[in-house]
């Protein structure tokens, strides 16, 4: 999978399988069936009669969030299970509006990361979401604008350079989903200079600082603010 593996830039995607061009047409016209489909049912698109204002850009794959997303997330979620390999993670921050300074309620925060091999590795239900993996969790931030997920760090790609990373993605409402800055670590040795400097620093800057707590659990703290360096927000 890595090798032959380039950032799109128009996409959360830092990489996944080429397939045919046969496959990925079949697939788009899945995805925008299950997308229509789970819109019409999905809490975190409101029933409103506006359209969504278009943000962000060309998202690509973003629309396999919907494929499983509970009716209602909470501000908290547990994306690993006990059986899974790996060192245990903990991220959490707070969601702000655009000014920066207020919380924002009810945004929902999907994330998506490797395994510790450095492969999205499907779980069995997944049907269009495989690429994604079966490491991947929503939020619904709280009144206070918070969230916090845990799960285990992401490894690389085998055998590449790309950094571990967790893709982001954001649903609120009267948008239409985007993406934000992946969540980078200052640790990883693979995350370059040149690396840091192609972030677009949208939603804010993803790239954190990890600690070990007590417990030895890897612990990051990231804040985001809403539409920041968001094409057209
Ligand atoms: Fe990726």
Same mark, same amino acid.
């Given at each position: 999978?890595?090798?032959?593996?380039?950032?799109?830039?128009?996409?959360?995607?830092?990489?996944?399988?080429?397939?045919?061009?046969?496959?990925?047409?079949?697939?788009?016209?899945?995805?925008?069936?299950?997308?229509?489909?789970?819109?019409?049912?999905?809490?975190?698109?409101?029933?409103?009669?506006?359209?969504?204002? !278009? !943000?962000?850009?060309?998202?690509?794959?973003?629309?396999?969030?919907?494929?499983?997303?509970?009716?209602?997330?909470?501000?908290?979620?547990?994306?690993?299970?006990?059986?899974?390999?790996?060192?245990?993670?903990?991220?959490?921050?707070?969601?702000?509006?655009?000014?920066?300074?207020?919380?924002?309620?009810?945004?929902?925060?999907?994330?998506?990361?490797?395994?510790?091999?450095?492969?999205?590795?499907?779980?069995?239900?997944?049907? !269009?979401?495989?690429?994604?993996?079966?490491?991947?969790?929503?939020?619904?931030?709280?009144?206070?604008?918070?969230?916090?997920? &845990?799960?285990?760090?992401?490894?690389?790609?085998?055998?590449?350079?790309?950094?571990?990373?967790?893709?982001?993605?954001? &649903?609120?409402?009267?948008?239409?989903?985007?993406?934000?800055?992946?969540?980078?670590?200052?640790?990883?040795?693979?995350?370059?200079?040149?690396?840091?400097?192609?972030?677009?620093?949208?939603?804010?800057?993803?790239?954190?600082?990890?600690?070990?707590?007590?417990?030895?659990?890897? !612990?990051?703290?990231?804040?985001?603010?809403?539409?920041?360096?968001?094409?057209?927000?």
């Amino acid at each position: 999978m890595p090798e032959g593996i380039v950032r799109t830039g128009t996409s959360p995607v830092r990489g996944f399988d080429f397939v045919k061009l046969q496959n990925q047409l079949m697939k788009k016209i899945i995805l925008f069936f299950l997308a229509f489909a789970m819109m019409q049912g999905s809490g975190c698109t409101q029933s409103n009669k506006k359209a969504d204002r !278009v !943000v962000g850009g060309t998202c690509e794959d973003c629309a396999l969030m919907f494929e499983g997303i509970p009716e209602n997330p909470s501000w908290q979620t547990n994306i690993a299970g006990p059986d899974e390999p790996g060192e245990s993670l903990i991220i959490h921050g707070v969601i702000y509006k655009q000014d920066g300074k207020t919380p924002a309620p009810d945004v929902i925060l999907y994330v998506y990361h490797t395994d510790n091999k450095g492969l999205y590795s499907p779980a069995p239900k997944q049907i !269009v979401a495989k690429r994604h993996g079966h490491l991947r969790g929503w939020m619904k931030s709280g009144s206070d604008g918070r969230y916090e997920f &845990k799960t285990i760090r992401p490894a690389s790609y085998p055998n590449s350079k790309n950094p571990q990373h967790i893709h982001p993605i954001i &649903k609120e409402s009267g948008t239409t989903l985007y993406w934000i800055d992946e969540f980078l670590f200052d640790d990883d040795p693979l995350l370059s200079g040149q690396e840091k400097s192609r972030q677009e620093k949208r939603g804010g800057n993803g790239i954190i600082t990890l600690k070990k707590n007590e417990k030895g659990v890897w !612990v990051g703290k990231r804040d985001i603010i809403l539409g920041m360096n968001v094409p057209n927000y």
